[in-house]
């Protein structure tokens, strides 16, 4: 069954740290890939996205990922987290067979120390 | 502009109860999706509108729940005789179209006792 692994469930990271959240999918297929982001007490809101093109995609709020298409990875990094990123993250696929589900991993909690 | 809203925010029901849960989509959205988050999970896939057809039921659990959005806008989520298993927050999201980014609403969070 198509599925996405994160595999950090939760990270504790000081302020100025270095963020990297793993993301795995299996899936052989062309892949739509996504990383949500849940603030606490708000709603999902997407992060980035990734369809084609540049395999190292920007977000908003200076958060990159880098697909690898070798290792059916999209990895989220951050070179320097804040406070305010405490949240919890969301990796998932749209598999290009559905082009509209969704198929998200189980999330990640981050806390950023001040 | 207005985000996606969702009604009631919390919901208590006692095992065997129906409760219906309301999705107010973003005003000219054509697809709106059902999804359903368990406690430590990542969202899972329940069903797809396009306007108001239900092109997609696979992945609503059993034939308790049931879905509908009649006039192309507000979706309604109907759980019948609920177990402690339905237990969730369920999300609703739309978009422009289905190949579109899915903007998400807050959420219902149902407890079944």
């Known amino acids: 069954a198509q599925s996405v692994s994160q595999h950090n469930h939760h990270v504790i990271l000081s302020e100025a740290a270095s963020l990297e959240l793993g993301c795995n999918y299996s899936?052989?297929?062309?892949?739509?890939l996504f990383w949500y982001v849940q603030y606490p007490g708000q709603h999902l809101q997407l992060l980035l996205k990734?369809?084609?093109?540049?395999?190292l995609v920007k977000g908003i709020k200076g958060f990159e990922a880098e697909f690898i298409k070798s290792k059916f990875s999209f990895n989220l990094r951050k070179p320097s987290v804040q406070w305010s990123d405490t949240a919890e993250y969301f990796c998932?696929?749209?598999?290009?067979?559905?082009?509209?589900?969704?198929?998200f991993g189980s999330g990640t909690r981050l806390l950023v120390r001040p | 502009g207005a985000g996606v809203s969702q009604s009631p925010r919390y919901k208590v029901a006692k095992r065997g109860q129906d409760v219906a849960l309301r999705c107010d989509p973003i005003?000219?959205?054509?697809?709106l999706f059902w999804y359903q988050q368990a406690l430590g999970q990542g969202p899972e896939f329940l069903t797809y509108?396009?306007?108001?057809?239900?092109?997609?039921k696979s992945g609503l659990p059993s034939d308790r729940f049931f879905a509908e959005r009649p006039e192309g806008s507000v979706s309604t989520l109907k759980i019948q005789r609920t177990q402690q298993e339905d237990s969730a927050v369920y999300l609703c999201?739309?978009?422009?179209?289905?190949?579109?980014?899915?903007?998400f609403g807050p959420g219902t969070r149902l407890t079944v006792t």
């Open positions: 999201a739309s978009s422009l179209d289905r190949e579109y980014e899915q903007y």
């Open positions: 998932a696929v749209i598999p290009m067979d559905s082009s509209y589900k969704l198929i």
């Open positions: 899936y052989g297929g062309t892949v739509n």
């Open positions: 005003s000219g959205h054509v697809s």
């Open positions: 990734y369809f084609s093109g540049d395999p």
């Open positions: 509108f396009q306007n108001e057809a239900q092109l997609d």
